[in-house]
């Protein structure tokens, strides 16, 4: 039985209130959890409730979706008889009863189905990894660290958003961590050395003042260089974050002042990773523009990882039509993108049954919750990207899958 469901307006990692949930259960198990909140949000993803009422928190307060918990969600589901995670799902859906989850507020549901997740396992004294994935749940994921920031959120002249390093060919995702951090660090010695701004962007990335993208590839190659290892072992995934670029019928990178067609921006792409040991771009195309995706997974598909961000928001519809067109070949999975944790891990299904890879990702707004680290392992997804090995919101999910590994005998099992 569910005893109790409480909600609290929380701060997140750039101090902006978020929903944090607890549900306890009668026999004292307890979960607590908080939904993450985007910046550079997908045009499609489920409604994120803010109150707007400028005297509290700039607008940003979240007491209306504290209010979803605590009115509508709490006396329903304290009232149920079957106490799974489904169930909880459902109910809450029904009650909402919106096609993009407006009135409830996906913030606030994500939060509650987090926690009655969390307290399940308690209840059934499993690590949440293990409630989720049952016995099948085995592999550590590739981490893809943040380790240089452009695009909107950084005041250089660099249009790509974020670029990450991802050490493939580590042993285990200890090691893993371990090559990250010191390649970050070597990075920021560089940096320094050049007299370049070593401050941190919201993912805890660096945000230098460089001349252009490919500047931008160059010192993270002299980066995993100095710090001792090739490009086999350490390779790069970019996040175009491309959506907001879209310009008339094509794409206007702002920094640079280029437009581009699609065509053209495709044939950027192609030259890009015939130069650099690319292994990923995120939405190197918009979000509304699933015909060019289909020519460039086409072109690149074989040899990099194109994955679905804004395109697909972790919503089973826009999966689907991506598979049909053949558009993509990975998925970012972002929980509060779609607002439930069942969800969430149909998509993540979907997505997997038909052939493409799966990321699990935090969002630039986290918080100490972990739950994409457990839920990494549980459906055994590969890859998880949150952020730079520094700042507590970022390693929390490292450390979470640190501590995974060592206690589950898990740590060798490493790889995409
Ligand atoms: P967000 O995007 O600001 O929407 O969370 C960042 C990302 O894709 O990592
Ligand atoms: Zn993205």
């Known amino acids: 039985k569910i005893q109790k469901v409480l909600a609290a307006e929380v701060l997140d990692s750039r101090g902006t209130p978020t929903v944090g949930a607890t549900v306890v259960l009668s026999d004292g198990s307890i979960g607590v959890a908080n939904a993450p909140s985007g910046a550079s949000t997908g045009k499609f993803e489920a409604h ?14 979240v007491q209306k979706a504290v209010q979803s918990v605590t009115e509508t969600i709490a006396p329903v589901l ?70 240089l920031n452009g695009g909107a959120h950084a005041a250089n002249n660099i249009d790509i958003q974020e670029f990450m390093i991802m050490p493939v060919g580590a042993k285990s995702f200890s090691e893993a961590v371990r090559m ?32 252009s993208d490919e500047a931008a590839i160059e010192v993270i190659l002299e980066a995993i260089a100095a710090a001792g290892y090739t490009t086999d072992e ?32 495709i044939s950027y ?4 990773c015939e130069k650099y040991p690319i292994r990923s771009i995120e939405d190197p195309l918009g979000e509304e523009d699933f015909p060019a995706w289909t020519t460039l997974t086409e072109r690149l598909g074989k040899k990099v990882m194109l994955v679905g961000d804004d395109l697909f928001v972790t919503n089973p519809v826009r999966i689907r039509e991506g598979i049909e067109r053949r558009a993509a070949n990975a998925l970012l999975v972002k929980p509060n993108q779609i607002g439930t944790l069942t969800e969430t891990l149909t998509a993540i299904a979907l997505a997997r049954d038909n052939g493409m890879k799966t990321i699990l990702s935090h969002r630039s707004g986290e918080t100490e919750d972990t739950s994409i680290a457990d839920i990494a392992v549980a459906v055994n997804a590969g890859y998880i990207k949150s952020g730079a090995p520094c700042r507590s919101d970022r390693t929390a999910k490292y450390n979470r899958l640190l501590r995974i590994a060592q206690e589950n005998d898990l740590d060798g099992n490493y790889g995409g």
Not at 96 to 124: I, Q
Not at 185 to 207: C, M, N, P, Q, Y
Not at 269 to 272: A, D, G, P, V, Y
């Open 78 to 147: 304290e009232n149920i008889r079957k106490v799974t995670v489904g169930e909880i799902d459902r109910i809450m859906i029904e009650l909402d009863n919106t096609k993009n989850k407006e009135k409830l507020g996906a913030n606030a549901m994500l939060a509650v189905s987090l926690a009655a997740a969390k307290a399940l396992a308690m209840h059934y004294r499993q690590p949440l990894f293990r409630f989720l994935g049952g016995a099948n749940a085995q592999k550590m994921p590739v981490p893809m660290m943040n380790i």
């Open 180 to 211: 990250g951090s010191e390649i970050y660090h070597t990075l920021g010695g560089i940096l320094k050395s050049r007299s370049l701004a070593v401050s941190v962007g919201d993912e805890g990335g660096f945000a230098p003042d460089l001349a």
């Open 269 to 272: 792409w192609e030259k890009l």
């Open 48 to 61: 994120e409730k803010r109150d707007g009422d400028k005297r509290r928190y700039h607008g940003k307060g």
């Open 234 to 265: 350490v390779q790069i995934a970019l996040d175009a974050a491309s959506s907001e670029w879209a310009s008339g019928d094509g794409y206007r990178l702002p920094k640079r002042g280029t437009q581009y067609s699609a065509a053209q921006l």
